[in-house]
Antibody
Framework: QVQLQESGPGLVKPSQTLSLTCTVS??????????WSWIRQHPGKGLEWIGY???????YYNPSLKSRVTISLDTSKTQFSLKLSSVTAADTAVYYC????????????WGQGTLVTVSS | EIVMTQSPATLSVSPGERATLSCRAS??????LAWYQQKPGQAPRLLIY???TRATGIPARFSGSGSGTEFTLTISSLQSEDFAIYHC????????FGQGTKLEIK
């Protein structure tokens, strides 16, 4: 059973870059057939898809965040990462990593989530 | 962007009764609609995909229906563990979620 776990700083200063890593266990991050995604949830709000990366390294981002987002893959460490630049208080949220199947891109496997607060 | 609107924002229902949650898309998403359940402090759990197919291990009291722009999640006889927030998600064109419906005990 695949498991995902987010890690990274819980506090980021405004204008800096938010960096998170998702460590995957129980499954290969190098196999085709899956998208490795980041999703966030603002406090008390709904979910927002940030973007995903495919095993080949192809990435797709939410157009509203595209200019600030980078998702990368480290197959040797079975990890994928999120970088969000120029953060503001509006980027304060719980960040989840998740896996979806390419054929039916719904999210059956999630990390537990990590709260990132943007504050000076 | 396809906007997903869920109603009501909060639904109060007694245990053992039926709950009906709605999700509307701003344009057709065909049957590319999923439902998730989320409890406090936890990640969402997939319940339904393809508008009506239950995910593995999901009890039969959960059912989904609809296509195009109008969708419904029905919980036939509410159990105590069903009180949570429910999110819909379209995956027809990129991915967007509704704002959630909180199902609370009446």
């Amino acid at each position: 059973q695949v498991q995902l776990q987010e890690s990274g700083p819980g506090l980021v200063k405004p204008s800096q870059t938010l960096s998170l890593t998702c460590t995957v266990s129980g499954g290969s991050i190098s196999s085709s057939g899956y998208y490795w995604s980041w999703i966030r949830q603002h406090p008390g709000k709904g979910l927002e898809w940030i973007g995903y990366i495919y095993y080949s390294g192809s990435t797709y981002y939410n157009p509203s965040l595209k200019s600030r987002v980078t998702i990368s893959l480290d197959t040797s460490k079975t990890q994928f990462s999120l970088k969000l630049s120029s953060v503001t208080a509006a980027d304060t949220a719980v960040y989840y990593c998740a896996r979806s199947v390419v054929a039916v891109p719904i999210y059956q496997h999630w990390g537990q989530g990590t709260l990132v607060t943007v504050s000076s | 962007e396809i906007v997903m609107t869920q109603s009501p924002a909060t639904l109060s229902v007694s245990p053992g009764e039926r709950a009906t949650l709605s999700c509307r898309a701003s344009q057709s998403v065909n049957s590319n609609l999923a439902w998730y359940q989320q409890k406090p402090g936890q990640a969402p759990r997939l319940l339904i995909y393809g508008a009506s197919t239950r995910a593995t291990g999901i009890p039969a009291r959960f059912s989904g229906s609809g296509s195009g722009t109008e969708f419904t999640l029905t919980i036939s006889s509410l159990q105590s563990e069903d009180f949570a927030i429910y999110h819909c998600q379209q995956y027809n064109k990129w991915y967007t979620f509704g704002q959630g419906t909180k199902l609370e005990i009446k």
